[in-house]
């Protein structure tokens, strides 16, 4: 499969349109245009992907960005408060996600849907936060070792940290026995490497050498500032400075983003301590549906982008190797729109929950001040005439 003319892994001078370079020192296995790359560390890490396996890593960025449209469209149409778009990202996620075991422990930020799904998270789910009829999450995170999104940035890469330097105590890391070792992965954006949280961290992994993968998306934004505006080096590099190998690998690219985990983790599991990776990818869509990118982001970097799109270079691969039948594409096409379809009923069937619900959860046991601040919103509500706010409130 590895092309004969194939240039080198690691290439440079290419800068995008914000001006980064967008190649130093960066890790690529498959090309814009659908080329396998040979990199003497990484090739054999996804030498054991057969066609059924390329094809199932193809289906699942399909999936979760047919997923995340549909969320898209929901909120516009009233249906959710507000929805995180990581349109762009799936390789990203979802490399990075099939590079995980069972036992291995995940803390997202709030863009992870794909890794959500390699984790067996049912995506419909993850929709009860963004309508507001539950305040923690939507999911069990003991069922699938997947924590419940974080909005505070970086916050929870402290908590990622702790659990790690826990599986250390518990005599889960660098057993040898694989089905005992596990290792914590912690996704965060560029944004959040400007937090003190994220840097605390990173000292308390370093120097308890804790079995955790820091997993960067650098998707360009942290809302409306480039990442230029927040580093003059590239982010992987922040590693160095903790004593924390890094690496810097194309995101786009969901081969190159699954070895680089995958090595990262058999580290950190068989006690060999933490790693940075920074997955230089794409924020396609808005930060947030209450965001307008036009603002600030201009159509020759859409464009630039475009061309790059991480599922678009795995059907060109698919296709030029013949392992993308007509038939598969037909079927991925209607598990899609099933998909779609389930996502929007089970939505819609969600209805609202009683407003005083978010009172319930505030401290544990009976406060006051939060009783008063119930009994006032419940009296506020009964003061409607058609009553409609008393019985679910807005969202
Ligand atoms: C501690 C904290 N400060 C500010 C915010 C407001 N905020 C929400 S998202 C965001 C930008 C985050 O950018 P980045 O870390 O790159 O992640 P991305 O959304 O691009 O995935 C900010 C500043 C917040 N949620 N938490």
Known sequence: MLCASAPPARRRHDVSPTGHA?????????????????????????????????????????????????????????????????????????????????????????????????????????????????????????????????????????????????????????????????????????????????????????????PIVFFCQNNQWAISEPTTKQARIPLARRGDGFGIPNVRVDGNDVLATYAVTAQALERARSGGGPTFIEAFTYRMGAHTTSDDPTRYRSAAEDEYWRQRDPIERMRLLLEGAGELSPAFAAELEADATALAERVRATVKGLGRPPTGTMFDHVYGAPHAIVDSERAWLAEYEASFLDGAAAEGGSH
Request: aromatic share 8%; proline share 4%; charged share 20%.
């Open 22 to 210: 967008t190649d130093v020192d960066l890790v690529q296995l498959l090309t814009p245009g659908g080329q396998l790359l040979a990199h003497p560390d990484y090739t054999p890490r996804i030498a054991h992907l057969d066609a059924a396996a390329r094809r199932g890593l193809y289906r699942d960025m399909v999936l979760v960005r047919r997923f995340d449209n549909e969320a898209t469209s929901l909120q516009r149409q009233g249906e959710l408060g507000l929805w995180v778009q990581s349109l762009g990202q799936e390789a990203a996620q979802i490399g990075s996600g099939r590079a995980l075991r069972p036992n291995d422990y995940v803390f997202p930020s709030y863009r992870e849907h794909g890794v959500a799904h390699t984790r067996g998270v049912d995506l419909a789910d993850i929709l009860r936060l963004f309508r507001g009829v539950e305040h923690g999450g939507g999911w069990d995170p003991a069922e699938h070792n997947f924590h419940l999104y974080t909005l505070v940035i970086a916050a929870h890469t402290l908590h990622a940290t702790g659990y790690a330097m826990g599986l250390q105590r518990d005599g889960l890391v660098g057993s040898g026995d694989p089905e005992r070792d596990a290792a914590v992965v912690v996704y965060f954006g560029d944004g959040a490497t400007s937090q003190g949280d994220l840097n605390e961290s990173l000292v308390f992994a370093a120097v308890n050498n804790a």
